[in-house]
């Protein structure tokens, strides 16, 4: 199974501020994605990231208010932007898919927004 | 776009008998089922999957059945323990396309002493 690093793990964050989120995979991946859990929810999936190119947004998510980069095969980032008490929420980095279908989480990153 | 269903949504069992929690869900076009386990603080982790082409899978106290036919999936745990005491979240998967996963609502299962 992967090792999923996420930093950080905890922040609280001041209304109308941004941040960046970091993934780190202890190995090369092609299928990066970016969850968010709400306080006592299910976890949602924000986007897809791909590498070497533009990020792939759900529904309901765009990429002003959460920007994406995925400069490798191990690494991504996710932006909160300007941000308010609703974007209160962990967010997941998770890795895998492919033919083998697996899919990992990191430990999620808490963020809390006042 | 698929839709998974959990239940319940809260489960009180006690220590030593067994708890079963159910998903359904609505492509029949799933054919990959994981379960995951997140205990208070931490990220999901993955603890048994099964996949179309197979009824069951049993790893020591843990089992998952899968019923295409009826489009469910339960998740089994015999013997439970206080440490089972957790979140519990099941999900499906095409293997086509972006292969995203949709997770059903979750259930807090509790393990009474």
């Known amino acids: 199974s992967a090792v999923i690093s996420q930093k950080p793990s905890r922040d609280i964050c001041q209304r109308g501020t941004s941040l960046t989120i970091q993934c780190q995979v202890d190995s090369q991946v092609t299928m990066m994605f970016w969850y968010r859990q709400q306080p006592g929810q299910s976890l949602t999936l924000i986007a897809t990231?791909?590498?070497?190119?533009?990020?792939?947004?759900e529904s309901g998510f765009v990429i002003d208010k959460f920007p994406i980069s995925r400069p490798n095969l191990t690494f991504s980032t996710l932006t909160v932007s300007n941000m308010s008490p609703e974007d209160s929420s962990i967010y997941l980095c998770s890795v895998g898919g492919g033919s083998g279908n697996t899919i990992y989480f990191g430990e999620g990153s808490w963020l809390t927004v006042v | 776009g698929e839709n998974v269903e959990q239940h319940p949504s809260t489960l009180s069992v006690q220590e030593g008998d067994s708890a079963v929690i159910k998903c359904t869900y609505s492509d029949s076009a799933s054919n990959y089922f994981p379960w995951y386990k997140q205990e208070l603080g931490k990220g999901p982790q993955l603890i048994i999957d099964i996949r179309s082409n197979v009824g069951e899978k049993k790893d020591q106290r843990i089992a998952v059945t899968l019923n295409k036919t009826a489009k469910h999936f339960s998740l089994h745990i015999t013997e439970t323990q206080p440490e089972d005491s957790a979140v519990y979240f099941c999900a499906a998967i095409k293997n086509q396309g972006a292969q995203k996963l949709v997770f059903g609502q979750g259930t807090r299962l509790t393990i009474n002493p």
């Open positions: 990231a791909n590498q070497g190119s533009e990020a792939t947004y």
